[in-house]
């Protein structure tokens, strides 16, 4: 039955930067498809989401970790598994941004940036997917594991005063493509979303700067700024095994941004 292969009642998920903006609707949507969620959380503690994804009737726990520091990224999956004997989902969702313009751009900038956006999404992919491997259930009962990652406009187009964060999601967009390559054989499903312009602390700057905000708005279609509800429907049903034969793409949700 197709409603039921959207179903994730069994599974549980880890997502990265559930305490805030897009992780939380998405902890939020994966919790309402019927899966327990490890939240991973950095500087503040995930109570909004712990209170969504109760209500969902699921259950939650949070597993804290700096993701600027790559080599705290092991650390990380041992407490997820602390609190769940499998992670069946693993959702990359933390991510941060520096803007300056590209000849004045630090070495700190870049470096602090790329360390979070792809190195420890790369190791955290790695581990996760080596525990995927190792816990795969029989062939009869489909995937053996799905990653998403959290891409971005800027993983198809230039962007202006970002360097690193356009470097770094054009290379979660090249690295969703490797994995699935390696990966889509092992029944593991390795795909990315592409959010339009959502209203979060990620995009503060841009929502407080009344010329950037008209402009942006005015080109996108659906003629509003995301809200994290939004990714909730690309999320279930690239984490469900709805897209047990969907390997490798990047699924832009943004109002029609990429269509202009
Ligand atoms: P956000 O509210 O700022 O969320 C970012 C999350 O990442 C926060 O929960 C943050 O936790 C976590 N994080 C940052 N640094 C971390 C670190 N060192 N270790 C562990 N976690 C860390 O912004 P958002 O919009 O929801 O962003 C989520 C993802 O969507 C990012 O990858 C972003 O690039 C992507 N995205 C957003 C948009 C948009 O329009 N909003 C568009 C395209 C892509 P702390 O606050 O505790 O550090």
Redesign the pocket.
Known sequence: MISKSFSLEGKTALV??????????IAAGLAGAGADVVG?????P?NETRADVEAAGRRFFEAR?????PSSVPKLLTSALDHAPRIDILI??????RRSDFLDFTVADWDAVM???LK?LFLLSQAAVKHMVETAPDEADGSAGKVIH?????SYQGGIRVPS?TAS?HGVQGLTRLMANELAAKRINVNAI??????????QA?QDDPIRSRQILERIPAAR??Q?EDLQGATVFLASSASDYVHGTTLAVDGGWMAR
């Open positions: 990265t930067g559930a305490a805030t903006g897009l992780g939380r609707g991973a959380v950095h500087r503040k995930a970790g700096d993701l600027g520091d990359n969702n933390a991510g941060i941004i360390d979070v956006n420890s959290i891409a971005s406009l800027l964060y999601k592409a959010p339009g312009y959502f209203a979060t602390d990620n995009t841009l700024w995301g994290p």
